[in-house]
Nanobody, 112 residues
Framework: QVQLVESGGGLVQPGGSLRLSCAASGFSFSSYAMSWYRQAPGKERESVATIRPAGTRTDYADSVKGRFTISRDNHKNTVYLQMNSLKPEDTAVYYC?????WGQGTQVTVSS
């Protein structure tokens, strides 16, 4: 079955960096676009970034453009989210999405 397993979340100070990973299995990873979403307490889940199957095109939410970078390794069936210049408002549970499935989420907390 399809599995998406996120890792890399944690507590970081404002201005810091984190790299999230999402290991995928159970489907033809290289054939599907992959996305990162996030959900902050009391807010709806929102799209953060998307990468096309070959990695040739990426899209970002305006709130993270220039700070976050999505990438993928189709040999490792893994998608990444490099997050730099983190702000308190980036605090949320971050979810990986692909082939109609969600991962379990990983908590990112930006606080001093």
């Amino acid at each position: 079955q399809v599995q998406l397993v996120e890792s890399g979340g944690g507590l970081v100070q404002p201005g810091g960096s984190l790299r999230l990973s999402c290991a995928a299995s159970g489907f033809s990873f290289s054939s599907y676009a992959m996305s990162w979403y996030r959900q902050a307490p009391g807010k709806e889940r929102e799209s953060v970034a998307t990468i096309r199957p070959a990695g040739t095109r990426t899209d970002y939410a305006d709130s993270v453009k220039g700070r976050f970078t999505i990438s993928r390794d189709n040999h490792k069936n893994t998608v990444y989210l490099q997050m730099n210049s983190l702000k308190p408002e980036d605090t949320a549970v971050y979810y990986c999405w692909g082939e109609g499935h969600w991962g379990q989420g990983t908590q990112v907390t930006v606080s001093s």
